[in-house]
């Protein structure tokens, strides 16, 4: 498989790339003291996303890890979509505000390419508490760069799987197969729609963003036969493929799926799934340990299936949240003690002692799916969870040979553009504003672009 991502554009080219419209304007989320030029002394500015485990963090920080080290951290946490372009604009500029950021698997070989991270191969080597080997390998592979070093940590990792309301289904007399296939899941949809009053057969995701729909979406292409790309570097948005899976998703979650499904992205469907409104949720699989976490209203009535495939054995994402140390950070060395103090087992501990088990940042190490009690609390969708991170196959997810690595995206720094318009006209779409057709043809036209810069190198 050729990778082009290997290939070294301009500085400044990559900059752009990576980074978007630097000037955009910004969301106003959730600020804890973070600001000024950056950290200094004992302090920390850490930027990241608002997830669920994210803000169970935030909570634990200062009577856990700071009260051990002295060391302040000041978060910034905002949604997805505002946090990636925050990030983004600090770590391309190499700003330096924030000395650690959560990025995935898909900016963190990019930004380690231009030298926008701290390599940690370093901090790893004299850190023997931090355990690397008991990282599992598909995440450790997803974090390295080109020249073999790690530049980030996992803090929870995931694939992504059908969830379903185990008592909706025995009282509408529906069964999930093992193995379902999206055709299954639509008949299944229409079939639980309405089961009770207000609830919705499904919940996808329709909110633009390239981590929002277009996450679950590329899934379904790629399941159907469909790619962004082929080996050549074509753009395939206009294939029959692409737009018979595209039509499958847009026409399912108009018909069966959540109200406001246009502006849904997963902490909406989250919150759709655990208040009852949904029937079914395909996403990622770390949001099981909140429908199982205490107090959760559907706590013990969720069941989990593999990720729906068509044409596929398998179609479940590989992703991470994890932890980057910005290359421009005055304080790396506490950076990477926040880093393996947040990434830890003592931190998996904790949380299990504090808030429970199921609420673990999970998906990351061995050694989770070997604590009994872990397994015990987690047994609904731990080893569902580890079956479908292990089985990912990012360099292969599809029928067809890939130009560039990823399941739910196309590892290169255009994309960050691209799927973000794409997801757009998809989204436009949901939204009854515009056909599929129309969608797919604006967007084939924007990958063509892409195609222009690829073809031939």
């Keep these: 498989m050729r990778t082009p991502s290997r290939r070294r ?42 997830n669920p485990q994210m803000t169970e963090l935030q909570k634990l920080t200062a009577a856990h890890f700071t009260e051990e080290t002295g060391i302040k951290v000041n978060f910034t946490v905002l949604p997805e979509n505002d946090v990636r372009d925050k990030i983004s604009q600090d770590f391309a500029n190499q ?8 990025l995935s698997n898909y900016e963190i070989p990019i930004y380690a390419r231009n030298g926008w991270l701290h390599e940690m191969n370093t901090y790893v080597a004299k850190d023997r508490a931090y355990d690397e080997q008991d990282v599992l390998k598909p995440m450790r592979q997803s974090l390295t760069g080109d020249d073999g070093k790690l530049y980030g940590q996992p803090f929870y990792g995931e694939s992504s799987f059908l969830m379903y309301r185990k008592d909706v289904f025995a ?18 949809a229409a079939k639980a729609d309405g089961a009770e009053p207000g609830m919705k057969g499904i919940c996808l995701r329709g909110l633009p963003g390239w981590g929002e729909v277009m996450a679950p979406l590329t899934t379904v292409v790629n399941t159907f036969g469909g790619t962004w790309f082929d080996q050549d570097w074509k753009a395939r948005l206009d294939s029959p493929e692409f737009e018979k899976a595209t039509k499958f998703y847009v026409g399912l979650v108009r018909a069966h799926g959540e109200s406001g499904a246009a502006q849904s992205g997963f902490a909406e469907c989250l919150n759709n799934m655990t208040q009852g409104k949904v029937a079914m949720w395909y996403d990622a699989t770390s949001a099981a340990g909140s429908l199982e976490a205490s107090g959760s209203p559907v706590k ?7 990720a729906p495939v068509e044409e596929t054995k398998s179609s479940g994402w590989l992703y991470t949240w994890a932890w980057g140390i910005q290359h421009a950070s005055r304080n790396p ?52 969870t580890k079956e479908a991170i292990e089985g990912a196959r990012p360099n292969a997810p599809g029928v067809q040979p890939r130009p560039a690595p990823g399941i739910q995206f196309v590892g290169i720094p255009e994309f960050t553009d691209l799927g973000t318009k794409v997801s757009q006209e998809i989204s436009a779409a949901i939204a009854g504003r515009q056909s599929v057709e129309s969608a797919l043809k604006k967007s084939q036209q924007l990958a063509e672009r892409i195609s222009e810069e690829y073809e031939g190198r």
Aim: aromatic share 10%; net charge neutral; hydrophobic share 40%.
């Design 333 to 384: 060395d506490n950076a990477w003690k926040f880093v393996s103090w947040a990434s830890g087992k003592q931190y998996e501990q904790l949380v299990g002692d504090k808030i429970g088990w199921s609420n673990v940042p999970a998906g990351k190490r061995a050694s989770t799916y070997n604590n009994p009690a872990y397994v015990k609390e987690a047994a609904a969708f731990q080893e569902m």
């Design 9 to 50: 554009p301009p500085r400044a080219t990559l900059a752009a790339a990576t980074a978007g419209t630097l000037l955009a304007p910004l969301l106003s989320g959730c600020w804890v003291g973070a600001g000024g030029a950056g950290s200094g002394g004992d302090s920390l500015n850490v930027l990241m996303v608002n």
């Design 300 to 306: 013990g009535k969720v069941g989990y299936a593999p």
């Design 95 to 102: 700003a330096g505000q924030y000395d650690v950021a959560t």
């Design 171 to 188: 009282q509408k007399g529906l069964t999930m197969p093992a193995h379902p296939t999206w055709e299954q899941v639509a008949d299944l």
